[in-house]
Nanobody, 120 residues
């Protein structure tokens, strides 16, 4: 069984910064891509940023130049550094990972979500 646990959300003023982290644990054989999604109230979940196991990254246009995704493969952890935050970044942020487990093969796993609120 695999678990993704996120941390780092909270309330921040516009223009501020937050750093989200997500650690995968369990019977992990290997982790492929890791990503952050977000879902604002009344909206669909959207991809924010993704990073492959080789370190290639891609971002939603709305966060390019402000957010940076990184990963520590030795710790099965992915981070999202969010700078110059805007009220429209307010959402629940979810960690996602494509993981091959020891027993069950490859699967798509999600964290429980962490709230980010950007408000003055």
């Amino acid at each position: 069984q695999v678990q993704l646990v996120e941390s780092g959300g909270g309330l921040v003023q516009p223009g501020g910064s937050l750093r989200l982290s997500c650690t995968a644990s369990g019977s992990i054989f290997s982790i492929y891509a890791m990503a952050w999604y977000r879902q604002a109230p009344g909206k669909q979940r959207e991809l924010v940023a993704i990073i492959t196991n080789g370190g290639s990254t891609d971002y939603a246009d709305s966060v390019k130049g402000r957010f940076t995704i990184s990963r520590d493969n030795a710790k099965n952890t992915v981070h999202l550094q969010m700078n110059s935050l805007k009220p429209e970044d307010t959402a629940v942020y979810y960690c996602n990972a494509l993981i091959r487990t020891v027993l069950s093969g490859k699967g798509d796993y999600w964290g429980q979500g962490t709230h980010v609120t950007v408000s003055s």
